[in-house]
């Protein structure tokens, strides 16, 4: 049988809904957080599969490269 499902997920410190909560997290995640949270160089192509981000002001950046993003929450 195939592993089981565990997509990959950016979120704010302050939000506990995901794992363990962290030091200092107030629980309640305000505004923006990551300004990208995933920032690919010019010339880099990327395949992006099983993900989620949360509480970001920019969720991707591309310079000049190519990405192909499938089963994502943004």
Avoid: C, M, W
Wanted: proline share 11%.
């Amino acid at each position: 049988l195939p592993p089981p499902y565990r997509p990959v997920v950016f979120t704010a410190k302050d939000d506990d809904t995901i794992g363990e909560p962290i030091a200092g997290s107030t629980g309640i995640p305000t505004g923006y957080y990551a300004n990208p949270v995933l920032a690919f160089p010019g010339g880099v192509s990327a395949s992006l599969a099983n993900f989620r981000v949360a509480y970001a002001r920019q969720a991707l950046s591309l310079s000049g490269g190519a990405a192909t993003v499938d089963h994502a929450q943004l």
